[in-house]
C-alpha cells in the first residue's frame, strides 16, 4: 500500500510540472521580432518593391497565454506617400500554442493560426475583407 501511495505522489508530482505549451510559447514569444514576408491571397506584399516595405512586433507577456503587442509598419518608402503606422494590441495564445487571437485597439479581434519553431513565427488569418494574410518574422 505504501509503495502505491509513493508512486501515485510521484506521478502527481510530474505531472504537476509538465510545461503549459501556452506558456512556454509566450516566453519564447516576447521581444522584438522583424517582419520578412506578408502575403495577402498568396501574393507577396512586403519588401523594397511592395506596399510595405519594413515591420516589426514587440511581444510583451503579460500572463501565462496574453500579453500586449506594438506593431509597427512602414509603407510606400521613398515617396511622397512614405508613412510609419504602430498598433497597439493584445493576443491570447489558445490550443497548444497553435492558434492566437489578437484585438486592436479598437477592440477588433482576429483569430489565426501560429507557429513558433526557434527564432521564426508564422501567423495566419483571414481579414475582415476575406483575403487571406501570412505573416512571417524572425527574433531580433
Known sequence: ?????????????????????NK??????EGTWSVNSVTMDGT????????????TMVFAMTD??????????TVFKGTPFESTDTENSTYEIT???TKIKLTDSDGKVTDGTMTLEDTNLT??????????VVQKATKQ
Request: net charge negative; glycine share 4%; charged share 25%.
Open 123 to 132: 501567423v495566419s488569418y483571414t481579414d475582415e475583407d476575406g483575403v487571406a
Open 1 to 21: 500500500m505504501r509503495k502505491l501511495f509513493i508512486l501515485l505522489v510521484a506521478a502527481a508530482f510530474m505531472a504537476s510540472c509538465a510545461k503549459d505549451p
Open 24 to 29: 512556454e510559447a509566450n516566453e519564447n514569444l
Open 95 to 97: 490550443e497548444e500554442a
Open 44 to 55: 507577396q506584399v512586403f519588401g523594397p518593391d511592395n506596399l510595405i516595405n519594413e515591420a
Open 64 to 73: 501565462d497565454a496574453t500579453g500586449t503587442v506594438k506593431t509597427t509598419i
